[in-house]
């Protein structure tokens, strides 16, 4: 034993030889660092402050749930294990610490207290820290799942009053909320602020009949609630030369909805996670944002008004859109309620499907926004439906099949890559199902997504894929060639995937 050692062996010894008092010895010295520490906390409190993240917003799909400093390892250490082991990093290996903790007092009963005597323990201990704070240490450094997106303060203070004054009892944003009122998440895409700020004062003066109530806001509390609904729009209205403007400057590089190149990346859900401002100071000198970015800035190659309108017409994109949003919005109206689709549904109104397939684009979206006007004496009510919420209802009912639906290339499409395998109207290859009938068993969102990736829909299809040999709007054609087909199927499927 080193001299040292033996040194603090013997003054141990005196000093539990002579004894120090609990009270007030002790006490005393645990008062000062309680005293000390809750200074500490109280000096941190009033200097940094507890801040608040914005308020939860079940819509948002691109946050980024981090937990507390102290809760970090365990955060770092799930992502090494797989999805069907989490538990084992979520409880097993958690509940073996504390069971550890907890036994501890009977596994080491040795007398001795200094830390050199028990060196099992200490490495052990040791071991168990330096892991934790590694997993810590590489957690706060971890990057994020979702891009950050910069947020406008005045948003933030919009959402809370959208909260406060019980929006979404009557209004739906992201399909979320009532029906009485129009969805509000592209709104201020074709309705300016002004527009907005009137409406929010004297609702019934700009919508007659409106059933909304003037809720006498404050100049700043409407400033707010029109940063919030510019927000969700992807930044106010863009005029009608934006998608060409983007299709002149953007799409050579850049896809939207399955149309452009690929050269950036997709922008069909930008708006999700990039706010007009960052948008906007992207387009004119990309580098501001990303000193390594390849993609030419457009300042002074365009003026700041179609810098502004681009980046509004990008940051609306969204993801869903077109026959995708109008089957959602389908589901979300009720439609159901009153409707069949191919028998589906109730029987108060016609079956859509074979209604689609007798009107035009035009006349299906002139009765969504007045019905009565359409067909005087229709029970069916306005639901006050946005512009784009009409075309995408519209998409969605055409997508069963209809006139003007299908261009005339794509029965040449059929027979070029398909008729090999397939039969229709009694002619073809017998490989696969036979298709005369398929219209009226599948939609063209079905059969778009099944002929571009069939094994993700059929994993043991032996059927090829038809992305990258055909464009997607020639994929979509060929779709929607095949939902017009509604014969009944001279013989039975074979090749066991249903028809």
Avoid at 228 to 243: S, V
Avoid at 348 to 355: F, I, R, T, Y
Avoid at 457 to 481: C, H, N, W
């Amino acid at each position: 034993m080193t001299q040292w050692h033996a040194a603090y062996r013997e003054h141990y010894a005196k000093l539990k030889r002579e004894g120090v008092p609990f009270f007030p010895d002790v006490v005393f010295k645990d008062a000062v660092v309680v005293v000390l520490l809750f200074a500490a906390l109280c000096t941190l409190a009033v200097v940094k402050g507890a801040p608040l993240e914005e308020l939860a917003d079940p819509t948002d799909a691109m946050y980024n749930p981090r937990p507390e400093w102290y809760f970090l390892f365990l955060f770092q250490a799930l992502k090494f294990f797989p999805g069907y082991l989490e538990a084992v990093a979520a409880v097993v290996l958690p509940g073996v610490g504390i069971a550890a903790l907890v036994l501890l007092p009977f596994l080491d009963r040795g007398p001795e207290r200094h830390p050199l005597d028990r060196p099992v323990m200490l490495a052990g201990g040791l071991a168990v820290l330096a892991g934790i704070a590694w997993l810590t240490v590489v957690g706060a450094r971890a990057p994020s799942t979702n891009p950050e997106a910069e947020r406008n303060p005045l948003v933030a203070q919009g959402q809370r009053l959208y909260e406060e004054l019980k929006c979404g009892n009557c209004h739906t944003i992201r399909g979320r909320g009532g029906l009485v009122g129009p969805e509000l998440s592209t709104i201020a895409s074709y309705r300016d602020a002004a527009w907005l700020k009137r409406h929010f004062s004297q609702p019934w003066k700009l919508v007659p009949g409106s059933e909304m109530p003037a809720y006498n806001l404050l100049p700043d509390e409407a400033d707010a609630l029109v940063a919030l609904l510019q927000h969700l729009a992807g930044g106010g209205a863009y005029t009608p030369r934006a998608p060409v403007l983007f299709e002149a400057s953007c799409a050579t590089c850049h896809a939207l909805h399955g149309k452009g190149g690929g050269g950036g990346p997709d922008l069909s859900e930008v708006g999700k996670y990039r706010e007009l401002e960052w948008v906007r100071a992207y387009i004119a000198d990309p580098k501001t944002r990303n000193p390594d970015a390849t993609m030419p800035g457009f300042k002074g190659d365009l003026a700041d008004s179609a810098i502004e309108d681009i980046s509004r017409y990008v940051t609306s994109q969204r993801g869903m859109s077109g026959a995708a949003e109008g089957k959602r919005l389908y589901g979300r109206l009720g439609c159901a309620h009153c409707h069949a689709i191919r028998g589906n549904g109730g029987r108060v109104g016609p079956d859509l499907a074979a209604g689609a397939a007798r009107r035009e684009v035009d006349w299906l979206k002139r009765h969504f926004e007045r019905p009565r006007a359409v067909v005087p004496g229709s029970r069916m009510p306005s639901f006050n439906l946005q512009p784009g919420q009409v075309e995408a209802l519209a998409d969605y009912l055409h997508s069963f099949g209809g006139s003007g639906a299908v261009s005339p290339q794509a029965r040449e499409l059929f027979d070029l890559h398909c008729v090999t395998c397939h039969n229709l109207d009694g002619s073809g290859g017998k490989a696969g199902p036979d298709l005369s009938g398929i219209g009226l068993r599948r939609e063209v969102i079905w059969l778009t997504a099944y002929l571009g990736d069939p094994k993700y829909i059929y994993p043991t299809t032996v059927m090829p894929s038809f992305k990258g040999t055909l464009t997607a709007p020639q994929i979509e054609d060929i779709a929607r060639f095949l939902s017009t087909q509604r014969k009944p199927s001279v013989r039975k499927s074979d090749g066991g995937q249903p028809d």
